[in-house]
């Protein structure tokens, strides 16, 4: 595997994400060649150059497309607005770059489409910025399901809440805007259909029903103005595997703070998880004696690989931007053609369209086929 | 308030713990005259004179009818098998008793609606067992609601996981049978039912859907029997109060005992509750400084009425037994004119109706008003 | 097994608990005949009568002493304060009457052997309120320690905090009176250490500390006052078992309402259990595949005898009054001559020396021999 | 600041970590001057040179004595096993360089003193590895400690347990041996004290107790041999603040990975802590309501400074990596003159004292002034 040029384009909460995964996955892993940390594309241009120094990047630039056309990047990662990321995804694959690009794909199916046409067009890697399922519980929780622990699965709930909208006092903003997409569903639900994707596959079928906890919100000078999104979202789905199940999200849940919480019920047993305690599962298995037959509490360890790269101990703990460095180190991985857990642009179409199916079902107020 | 005379029908699970709740509503209130324990009617007429022994009625008989038509009997408590709730509470309705019979009220509707017409005609009081929402957690939760502690309700969860039915390869009885009813919706979802109902009011519109986790169970001899009933329920719904909400109840959920989970979000905190951990709930307010802002496990305590009538120290327990005893009470000062909170028939009709268009719901997978 | 004649000195709240397991003992467990509540005896001759009324008993007394002269009474109930134990206790052994008393046996040292003397010299069956170890969760913790689930148990650690006494600002009662005894340590440590001497048998060698956490608190006038007694106290030990241990106790810890937490380390597994959550408890074990090693948490469940006689599903839970009940239950076993778990006034004796060689540790600030 | 020039000795795990750091410092803060990987030693010089490769330092070296010769170098990382601490940190001082060590000091507390005295004597900054004072949760409860939310802290416990050691299957090894140290006490009773000595100051008497859960181990060909080590030790302790405490620490504790639970209790609130849920931690106050008391959980969210320079959203977690980036840009802040919250060479004596005389304690079973 040779040295491979990085540009980043945006240095936002996600941009300095990549920028410090890019730093860390060497050290980290130490199986892979040294990143060289080429090019970082920011629309203000001297923010880029003070990210680029911060951050570790030879050269800086307001203008994204110089980034995609030096010749010495041969990845970009693409960290700014979701409006944003088919343009400069398609001009990147174009120009022969492998991209790693930030959730969702895009506000509008159609641009989803064009960017996974691209992506299949150039040959090129791409994967998106599904971080959650890094984690190495998660990636536990996907063996333990294939060794059949808990036997077929037969049912899933996933609810995802945060409190970022829970105040209605607060000013409206363009997340109220039916510009910005759908709300919760599109926001923040793809994060909870990238565990099912890769845990289950795809979802077969949907009927969703949105809500808006407060249609008015506040302008700065007090008038109300009608909210047009949906803050919360409510979905009952099928799976392709036969299983049923629910999905709940909730951007105005006052105090869920990263809340990702997954009830995965089998044959033979449970598995519960909670993104809020991120280096935890809950197990539970018949094949325990039946007085004591519990939920154990399964704490992160090194044979829960690859947490063994980051600490050698168990319990200790990793945090949300690990998951980031291991997501790194995958792409890296599928670049050179090993083995890798990502959700490319091919599968990132896929919870595209169950999105836009639960939006289709919510405005029909029927079940539609995914 | 004069002694009554207390009738019981039934000596299974419930039977005895109405039998426990008529012996120590006294010693644990003291407020009330000494129910007289006066008649116990059981099919098995050696096991009523057994269970009368033990549970200290006076008389035993294996003919309910000769129980209701006993003079001094005043209260007749029903906890026979649904099947025969609506015939003997009419009965005993129309023969001048109270009546205190155990959830749900029946399996057909119109069997509730004749139990309800007969209560409203009798002028007698009625109370269903509805237990869940007399443990002082839920009163207090009810009280913070009113007191708009977390502010306007706009959405609620509710999950009730049980695993009687999780083991596929359990024999097949009757609990899979159409006949039983629909499923884990009847068999148990009229609990969280309960719970939204004292707390919220009803529902109004419900989307359901429910699915069999396996579609055949095995008889003796091995050969698989189609199962005719849903172990799991997906519900979609909205209250008369506006607030969105998802039920979602299964009962081959591995793992959960007696799990009943409310997430009740406001616009000014959260309110969440599990039936497995009854002596506790948790609370999340904005009314904390921002940088202590949590959920708070809140233990029961004597100012959680009426804790303090069994114990007054805080944080040593009440047990589910206790429920009844307090529902038992409830009943008494409900029949003496007292403030009472309890579901009657009326309400409870409320509940069935729910239930029914939830069933319609699925066969039509449409949304349904109640 | 004839039916008993009971009598109950004492309406407090542990005359209420008394009360209450006299009066359902016989629902409950169905298994002995029933008892008749004879007498009851309360300093205040009309409280004497109301509770009788309320309690159940025939008759009533302002004059313990005509109680225990009562042939009719065969059982005494002892709930009176602490002081009290010893001359009721005695004069009840030596009218031949078999002795429930409450918890500890008495101030002094000198008392309490009095009171094993006096049991020892009846012949009469004796049994201290030590209702935790009734909890079907200790008894199948206990169970679990014989099967070596945990292999050889290493080192204990337990703790007994409530906040009853944490408040500084609180008027001077007679608790922070010397005369009241130590302080934490005899007030409730006598609890741990029952579970101790349940699970493990005697303490060998205790090393221990006490403090105030307030030197002085408020009369009503606002003086302060000395504390003369030690909420806290600290305690470093030995079980005859040759495992080391811990215990520590605080009855002003804010927040803790009634924390007996538990932890016993083995040489296979971990066990934890708190009072708090009483119908739970956690078991680690190395008998699990290496990559889902966790802390089970078990709910109580029919399994767990005789929560069973309580409730025939799992999860639904007991409370601490039902504890009351299974005690008086192995009273009337042990009266029987049926297998019984009690702690007698013989082992209570242990539980004494126990706590006295502890206060004994403190003023002399060195290890001693229980 | 100028840019410093950074050596590190040792590439095992804490190697790892501090090189970590050092890649991650500035993309992480922005605030501070690049710092330049200059020298990295490490005994088998080949495995120097790869690490170097992996951690981007600039040389490798088989000999630490370079490094420290290297005028290049500014700050020295000593992540050596703890017998080299004192020779390394010692020569390191003496040739003007600032020096980053793990904890402890040293095995010998004369060898800790001759560190603290070298420190002084240089003038330069030091900082030990006290990782753990450094998570926003220890700064915040700190912050609320000195904000008097709890009121006067009276009554501390700690406790840290792990498993590494509790297989007594396991094969005898070097920490077993008394050269090793004391075992518990030394190997991780520091972290402990440490947050004692962040949060309350200094021990000021200690009464201690040390036990062997096993009294031997098989060596590789089964034969038992003599543990000279303690896994277990227990500590009843004062504060020079005056408050009580209890420090319990168990190597063989089966099923805790990484438990550091501290409990402080105060005249008007309790807050408790579990280093393996290191995100949150649990605030229970009298300012609430009567009725709503209760232990609150506190997420880590961006008011919990520096946790918004990793990530501006609450509930999303740092990982124990994320600690030594924190740590790593306190000893910048510190050699820069800014506020800086770390334990230096003065006060990290000041621990290793604490330590010794909790042995000495054990030895003589007395209580022993530090």
């Not at 980043?8 to 920028?19: D, P």
């Not at 920011?42 to 800086?60: H, I, Y």
């Not at 063996?143 to 409206?172: C, K, S, W, Y």
Request: glycine share 8%; net charge negative.
């Amino acid at each position: 595997m040779k040295s491979l040029g990085i540009g980043l384009i945006g240095t936002g909460y996600m941009g300095k994400c990549h920028a410090l995964a890019w730093n860390s996955v060497l050290p980290v892993f130490g199986d892979i060649p040294r990143p060289r940390l080429v090019h970082l594309a920011e629309a203000n241009p001297d923010l880029a150059t003070q990210r680029a120094a911060e951050f570790g990047f030879e050269q800086a630039t307001g203008d994204w497309r110089e980034l995609i056309a030096n010749p010495d990047v041969d990845v970009v990662s693409i960290t700014t607005p979701n409006a944003f990321h088919a343009e400069m995804a398609i001009a990147a694959l174009e120009a022969g770059k492998h991209v790693w690009c930030e959730k969702p794909m895009a506000p509008a199916l159609a641009d989803a489409e064009r960017m996974a046409d691209a992506a299949k067009a150039s040959g090129k890697t791409t994967v998106l910025g599904y971080n959650y399922i890094q984690n190495p519980m998660m990636r536990h929780i996907s063996q333990l399901l294939a060794e059949d622990t808990i036997g077929t699965v037969n049912h899933v709930r996933v609810e995802m809440d945060e409190d970022f909208m829970a105040d209605p006092t607060a000013t409206f903003y363009w997340k109220s805007e039916a510009s910005s997409g759908y709300g919760a569903l599109d926001d923040f639900g793809v994060h909870p259909l990238s565990l099912l994707h890769y845990l289950f596959g795809n979802v077969s079928r949907v009927m969703a029903s949105m809500a808006k906890p407060f249609p008015t919100r506040p302008l700065k000078d007090g008038t109300p103005r009608d909210v047009e999104t949906f803050d919360i979202a409510s979905v009952l789905f099928e799976l392709e595997t036969g299983a049923s199940g629910v999905m709940a999200l909730n951007r105005s849940a006052w105090g869920r703070k990263g809340r990702i919480a997954l009830q995965i019920f089998g044959s033979r047993g449970t598995i519960t998880y909670d993104q809020e305690r991120m280096n935890e599962f809950q197990l539970y298995t018949t094949s325990d004696r039946g007085t004591e037959q519990g939920f154990r509490t399964i704490l992160t360890a090194p044979a829960h690989e690859p947490y063994n790269r980051f600490i050698p101990a168990p319990g200790h703990g990793l945090g949300f931007n690990d998951l980031k460095i291991i997501e790194c180190h995958e792409l890296l991985n599928k670049i050179d053609g090993r083995p890798s857990q990502t959700i490319g642009f091919a599968e990132g179409l896929d919870i595209e369209r169950a999105v836009h199916a639960m939006a289709q079902s919510h405005r029909e107020q029927r079940w539609i086929a995914v």
